[in-house]
C-alpha cells in the first residue's frame, strides 16, 4: 500500500520544489537588489523594510486562508498553478516602478499571488506521501528556501551588476509565468481517499479553525514559529545589505557569499530536520516541537558570534551553522500542523498556521530590524544593522522555549491518518 501510494509521488515533491524555488527567488530579489532601489528609488532602511515584510505578509498571510480552503473544495494544484502565474507577474511589475507607492503596491499583488501557494502545496504533499516520510518530504519541499533565495540571490546580482535591478525583477518573474503551464501539465491532485471521508464535512474554514482553536499544540507551534520567523526572516532580507555595509563587498560577491551560506547551512539543517524528525518522532510525537526548540536554542549565540566577527571569511564559517540549525524547524513543525487536523482539511490548517507565522514573522520581523537600524544609526553608522541584528537574537530565545512547552501537548493533539 505505502509503494501505491507513493508511485509518481517524486515527481510530484520535484515540480512542488520549483515552484517553491521561484517563490523564494522572487522574495530574495528585494533584498539583494535593496541597495541599488534604496539609490534609485531614494528610500530608507524603514522604507525597504516595508516593502520587504509589511507590504508582501499582510495579503500574503490573509488571503492564505479562503485560498486554501477554495483549494481543499476546487483542487489545490489549479491554484497553486494560478498563483504562481500571479506572483510572477507582480515581480515582473516591480522592474517598473518609479516610486515606493508603485513598487510597494507591486509587492501587495506578489503577496496576494503567493498566498495561494505554499499551504495547498503542503497539502498536495500530504496526498503522496505516508506518514512515516511526510517529515523528510516535507523538508524537502522546504529546500526551495535556501535554494530559491540563493539563486535569487545570484541571478538578482548579477544581472544588475551587469544591466540593472529592473530588468532583473522582469528576467525572473516572466520565467515563473513561463513554468505555470508546465506544472500544470506534470501534477494533478491525488484523490484523498475513503479515510478522508468521514472528514469531508469539516473541511469548511470556520470548522477547521474550531477544531485547531482547542488545541494547545496549534498555539504553541504557530507563535514559536512565529517568534523564530521573525528574527530569522530578518536577517534573510537584511544580511545582503549587512555584509555590503560591514564589509564593503560588492553586488555580486555579496551575492555568492550568501548563497553559498545558504546552500550549505540551509539545506543541511533542512534535510537534517525532516530525517531526524521521521526517526525520532515515529516513536514519540513530542520530537516534532523538542528537535526545533533545541535548534532555535543554539543558534541564538552562533548567530551572534556570526555577525559581530570582524573577519569576512570567520563569518562565513561562524554563520554557516547557524543557518542549518534555524532551518532545522520546517519539516517537524510543517508535519505536526499536518497531523492537527483531517486529511481534507490540511491545506486550511497550514494556512492558518502560515496567518500567524508569516503575519508577525513576515510583516513584524524585516520592518523592525530596519526600523532599529534607523534608529541607531545616528548613534552607530554602518554598524547600525549588526546591532539590530544581534539584538533581536532574543526571538530564538522565546522559539525555543514556546516549542518546548508544544512538545508537551503534541501527542495527545495529535491526529492519525483516519482523522
Given amino acids: ?16 520544489l520549483v515552484v517553491y524555488i521561484f517563490n523564494f527567488l522572487d522574495r530574495m530579489l528585494l533584498s539583494i537588489l535593496a541597495a541599488p532601489i534604496q539609490a534609485d528609488l531614494e528610500l530608507s532602511d524603514g522604507q525597504m523594510g516595508l516593502l520587504g515584510g509589511l507590504a508582501f505578509a499582510v495579503l500574503y498571510s490573509t488571503l492564505a486562508v479562503p485560498l486554501s480552503a477554495l483549494a481543499d473544495r476546487t ?14 507577474g507582480f515581480t ?16 501587495l499583488g506578489v503577496g496576494v499571488g503567493e ?12 496526498e503522496w506521501f505516508s506518514p512515516e516520510r511526510r517529515a523528510t518530504a516535507l523538508a524537502i519541499y522546504s529546500l526551495g528556501i535556501p535554494l530559491g533565495s540563493a539563486f535569487g540571490l545570484l541571478a538578482g546580482g548579477y544581472i544588475a551588476q551587469e544591466v540593472n535591478w ?22 494533478r491532485d491525488r484523490p484523498l481517499g475513503a479515510a478522508a471521508a468521514p472528514n469531508a464535512a469539516t473541511a469548511s474554514l470556520a470548522a477547521t479553525f474550531g477544531l ?7 498555539w504553541l507551534l504557530s507563535f514559536g514559529a512565529a517568534a523564530g520567523s521573525s528574527i530569522g526572516y530578518g536577517i534573510s532580507f537584511w544580511l545582503p545589505s549587512f555584509v555590503q555595509r560591514s564589509f564593503g563587498l560588492g553586488l555580486f560577491d555579496t551575492a555568492l557569499f550568501i548563497a553559498g551560506i545558504l546552500l550549505i547551512g540551509g539545506t543541511t539543517g533542512i534535510l537534517l530536520g525532516g530525517r531526524l524528525a521521521d526517526r525520532l518522532g515515529t516513536a514519540n510525537r513530542s520530537w516534532y516541537a523538542w528537535l526545533p526548540a ?12 556570526g555577525v559581530s566577527s570582524s573577519s569576512l571569511a570567520m563569518g562565513f564559517v561562524l554563520m554557516l551553522v547557524p543557518q542549518g540549525l534555524s532551518s532545522l524547524w520546517l519539516g517537524p513543525v510543517l508535519t505536526s500542523v499536518q497531523h492537527l487536523a483531517g486529511p481534507a482539511e490540511r491545506a486550511t490548517a497550514s494556512a492558518l498556521f502560515l496567518l500567524i507565522n508569516n503575519l508577525i514573522g513576515l510583516a513584524a ?9 534607523d534608529v541607531l544609526r545616528p548613534a552607530y553608522g554602518e554598524e547600525s544593522l549588526r546591532l539590530a541584528i544581534v539584538w533581536g537574537l532574543s526571538l530564538y530565545v522565546l522559539a525555543g522555549g514556546l516549542m518546548v512547552l508544544a512538545g508537551r501537548t503534541l501527542r495527545r493533539d495529535w491526529v492519525g491518518e483516519g482523522g
Fill in 1 to 16: 500500500m505505502t509503494a501505491k501510494r507513493n508511485d509518481g509521488a517524486g515527481l510530484v515533491l520535484a515540480m512542488l
Fill in 75 to 88: 483542487g489545490r494544484v489549479r491554484v497553486i498553478m494560478w498563483s504562481l502565474v500571479i506572483w510572477s
Fill in 92 to 107: 515582473a511589475l516591480c522592474g517598473m516602478a518609479q516610486n515606493f507607492w508603485q513598487i510597494f503596491l507591486a509587492r
Fill in 115 to 126: 498566498a495561494g501557494g505554499v499551504a495547498p502545496s503542503y497539502a498536495v504533499i500530504g
Fill in 166 to 187: 529592473r530588468v532583473a525583477f522582469v528576467v525572473v518573474g516572466l520565467a515563473g509565468v513561463a513554468f505555470a503551464p508546465v506544472f500544470r501539465l506534470m501534477v
Fill in 212 to 218: 485547531l482553536a482547542r488545541k494547545p499544540s496549534f
Fill in 294 to 305: 533545541f535548534a532555535y536554542l543554539a543558534s541564538a549565540p552562533l548567530w551572534a558570534l
Fill in 365 to 373: 520581523g524585516i520592518y523592525a530590524l530596519g526600523a532599529l537600524s
